[in-house]
Structure formats: C-alpha cells, structure tokens
C-alpha cells in the first residue's frame, strides 16, 4: 500500500528553522518525484519544492528559494525539506505528494499520494 506521512512542524519564531520529513512506503523514491506543497488558511494549494528521480533534480517556489532546501535519503526512503529563516508567511499545513511520473510537476493532479500533513506555524 502506497503511503506517504510528514512530520517535523511546529511553532517557531521568525528566522527560525525546521526540518520536515517525509516518510515513503509502498514504493520506491528512484520512481517517483516527490513535491511539498503547502496551504494557508483561507488560500490555495501552492507548490513550495519538488525533487525528481532519478536524477535528484529540484525545484523551488520563488518564494522559498534560497530559504528552503529539498533533498531525499534513498536508503530510508525518505524526503526532507529544510526550512530556514522561516517567515510568518510560511505559516501553513505542509503536505508531501507522490507524482505518477518522475518528473517535477506543480500541478496537484500529478500526484496521486498525499500526507495528511504538517502544520507550520510561524508567529512571534
């Protein structure tokens, strides 16, 4: 069974940082690209960084870049996304996805795996 479980969220303070992590069974992350995407209340779904297979590729929102960083431990079969200098902006439910292909995408309908999610809370 295909399954895909975030952890890592919390409550933090402006310019602190997270680590998310990702958690994949029933398939392997050499077949798969793999996307965080995040919603805050009252907003749409948005993209916030992906990474390909099987050549690591990634990709990042122009809001993220430079902030965050995606990256994947084949071996555990997981996928992190390390958020740095964290904004109250990126206060949101932060979700991984698995996508049908292996390419980057940051259309939702590509994926066919999600989280339940992680929430994000950035507040002073």
């Known amino acids: 069974q295909v399954q895909v479980a975030e952890s890592g969220g919390g409550l933090v303070q402006p310019g602190d940082s997270l680590r998310l992590s990702c958690a994949a069974s029933?398939?392997?992350?050499?077949?798969?690209?793999i996307a965080w995407f995040r919603q805050a209340p009252g907003k749409e779904r948005e993209g916030v960084s992906c990474?390909?297979?099987?050549?690591?590729?990634?990709y990042y929102a122009d809001s993220v870049k430079g902030r965050f960083t995606i990256s994947k431990d084949n071996a555990k079969n997981s996928v992190f996304l390390q958020l740095n200098s964290l904004q109250p902006e990126d206060t949101a439910t932060y979700y991984c996805?698995?996508?049908?292909?292996?390419?980057?995408?940051?259309?939702?309908?590509?994926?066919?795996?999600w989280g339940q999610g992680t929430q994000v809370t950035v507040s002073s």
């Open positions: 996805a698995q996508s049908h292909t292996m390419h980057c995408s940051w259309f939702s309908a590509e994926y066919d795996y």
């Open positions: 029933g398939f392997t992350l050499d077949l798969s690209a």
């Open positions: 990474i390909s297979s099987p050549d690591d590729s990634t």
